[in-house]
């Protein structure tokens, strides 16, 4: 890679993790307070701020499992689904799972190969099973178009 590519690659890791740092906070929120209207939106931007990034760089894999978390996000924003604790660990496994993928990248200059089946899978399947929320205090924002 080529000074400009290191440069932007930097970038790319830097914001990726400033946001995923903010978002594993606001996970640890919802352990101990109702999901807000103004949590949750944070949350789905945080996780959408990194899925963009990792298309724009096409990081294919981090991408799919960010965007199945920002799915997940936007129903409970929605108030389609209430984050309840299987919801919590699966987007905590999320997390974890893009700061691996960023650190490998930062380490071989490559995303590799994602494994990301079981943990797609179980952010789907969550989408799929979980009873509507009330959200306490505001209404949830309508999403906006997705990227």
């Avoid at 290191?6 to 101990?32: I, M």
């Avoid at 996780?47 to 991408?63: D, Q, T």
């Amino acid at each position: 890679m080529g000074t400009k590519d290191d440069e932007v690659l930097q970038e790319f890791l830097q914001e990726s993790r400033e946001n995923l740092a903010p978002f594993e906070t606001g996970l640890l929120r919802l352990e101990a307070e109702p999901p807000s209207a103004q949590l949750l939106m944070d949350l789905y931007r945080y996780i959408h701020n990194v899925k963009g990034a990792c298309g724009f760089l096409r990081f294919g894999g981090l991408e799919t499992l960010a965007r199945a978390g920002e799915d997940l996000l936007d129903l409970a924003r929605q108030r389609k689904l209430a984050l309840e604790p299987a919801h919590r660990s699966a987007l905590a496994s999320l997390a974890k799972a893009l700061h691996e993928g960023l650190d490998r990248i930062e380490a071989t200059r490559s995303e590799g190969v994602v494994e990301q089946g079981e943990l797609l899978s179980r952010l789907r399947g969550l989408q799929e099973s979980a009873p509507p929320a009330s959200i306490s205090g505001a209404h949830a924002p309508e999403p906006r178009g997705q990227s």
